[in-house]
């Protein structure tokens, strides 16, 4: 037998010679009448255009849009609202629904994304038929677009119903802020008796509020804030009279981070 | 030179065949975006395997900094998106591709679909891809804790107790996964670094080699 170089190959080596050729299964791409054209080099170099257009949209994607990084992972902090990545939202979402969770949690979490995974891994088994044609065998191809819809469908609900802004803030990183104040002065025990100390921490540290450091807002403003809210806090927050409210906000307005 | 190289290897080799199975072969008309537009989505798997090749080489930067423990994972994290040179960029394209990934996941296997070309003789390869989307999966849910972020560590509580809901063995899979029955911590990130960096990865090459050599055995589908 020859081999080595000097071996003449015709097409393809899966090209059997005719009278080899078994009449079942499907017919070999290279019986059909075509421009066929070598992987090596032509082929790859048209390929190796498109990943590089790929590549560039890529990279523009990854400097625009830097990976996020939220603060360092804290398990007492029970009040966080979890989210997967966008990829498993639909299966979160389904979680969410009645029959697809509490007693039924197994339905949701379990059968129906297993019957799906098992579905598709036997479709070869499921349709046995020989059209490939997808208009020519509606059952797969229903399913599938059912499928598709139903994924569509709850990864949109779950990004409408998923309060991104609360999702931000929470997990933010935090720099470290201390400052030093007077325990005893007016305005702090005006200010850790009031329900301001519950969002905005101790030490002015923050928590589910922003940290009250270094704000650079007059008293005047921080007095505004404190009667009519801000972002996610609203107005009325602050339970006390007026005259200890214009005293906190006097006592905010001079914090200032020390070194 | 190269030839004579070449000649020497082959006289004691044989490789030939090789070069040829590799890529020493035709590309049908049906699958040219050259000559038909539509066949864009035959380049779908491809581009797959492209953002898989970034993903291992991506990680393998990201390793040199990555630090497996609690205490220091966050900040080697910290350190590499905001010290390290180009670490922003090598961690963007292994965030994204993550993404990408499974995009490009999906829209193969939906070709695949639609062409119909799982059908015999591909039924096996369907089901090695179909084992190549699943292994995907995984590593995106383990690698989304590495980073030991807020968003990862309460995620993965939430995958951890889907998980430990399978009826009868959900208990053990999750301490399989957490290293423990109760806690989610310490033990849990290493565990999930180990998969997510030698076991998964481990399968996926198997898994892709097989996807590989039956395409070569079998060819790509005829057109429809």
Not at chain 2, 62 to 83: G, H, K, R
Not at chain 2, 92 to 97: E, L, Q
């Amino acid at each position: 037998m020859h081999r080595g170089k000097g071996l003449k190959f015709v097409g393809d080596s899966r090209v059997l010679h005719p009278s080899s050729r078994k009449k079942k299964g499907p017919k070999d791409y290279s019986e059909y009448p075509g421009k066929t054209e070598a992987f090596w080099p032509d082929f790859l170099l048209k390929e190796w255009l498109i990943g590089s257009v790929f590549l560039i949209g890529y990279l523009i994607l990854t400097v625009s849009h830097p990976s996020p990084l939220e603060r360092q992972a804290d398990p007492t902090d029970t009040a966080y609202i979890p989210l997967p990545d966008w990829y498993f939202l639909f299966l979160y979402q389904l979680l969410k629904y009645q029959f697809a969770s509490g007693p039924y949690n197994v339905i949701g979490a379990i059968v129906m994304p297993g019957i799906a995974f098992m579905a598709l891994l036997l479709v070869p088994f499921l349709d046995t038929s020989k059209e490939r044609r997808p208009f020519k065998r509606p059952l797969p191809t229903g399913f599938m677009l059912l499928a598709i819809a139903s994924i569509i469908f709850l990864t949109w609900e779950s990004v409408v119903n998923h309060d991104w802004e609360a999702a931000k803030a929470q997990g933010e990183i935090r720099e470290e802020v201390s400052v030093e104040f007077d325990e005893n002065s007016e305005g702090y025990q005006l200010y850790s008796t009031s329900s301001c100390i519950g969002c905005h921490g101790n030490a002015f540290e923050g928590g589910i509020g922003p940290t009250l450091v270094g704000t650079g807002r007059s008293a005047e403003e921080i007095y505004e804030i404190g009667k009519n809210g801000i972002a996610s806090m609203p107005a009325g927050t602050y339970q006390g009279t007026d005259e200890e409210l214009q005293v906190i906000a006097e006592f905010i307005s001079t914090l200032e981070a020390s070194e | 030179m190269l030839n004579k190289i070449y000649d020497w290897v082959d006289e004691r080799l044989d490789i030939t065949p090789i070069w040829r199975d590799i890529a020493d072969h035709e590309v049908p008309e049906h699958v040219n975006p050259a000559h038909h537009f539509s066949a864009f989505v035959y380049c779908f798997g491809g581009l797959t395997f492209f953002v898989t090749v970034i993903q291992i080489l991506s990680g393998m930067f990201l390793t040199m900094y990555y630090v497996p423990d609690i205490e220091n994972a966050w900040n080697s994290v910290y350190y590499l998106q905001n010290e390290v040179a180009f670490g922003e960029i090598v961690r963007g394209m292994h965030h994204w591709g993550a993404s990408l990934v499974i995009v490009m996941m999906f829209l193969h296997t939906l070709r695949v679909f639609f062409t119909g070309s799982y059908k015999k003789p591909r039924e096996l390869n369907w089901m090695v891809g179909v084992g190549i989307f699943g292994i995907m999966l995984g590593l995106g849910f383990t690698g989304y804790l590495l980073p030991w972020d807020m968003k990862a560590l309460f995620a993965t509580k939430v995958g951890i107790e889907i998980a430990a809901s399978v009826p009868f063995i959900g208990g053990m899979i999750k301490t399989l996964l957490a290293g423990d029955e109760v806690i989610l911590g310490a033990q849990t990130l290493t565990r999930f670094f180990a998969i997510h960096v030698f076991f998964l990865p481990a399968a996926l090459f198997g898994l892709l080699a097989a996807h590989f050599i039956l395409i070569r055995r079998q060819g790509i589908s005829g057109p429809l």
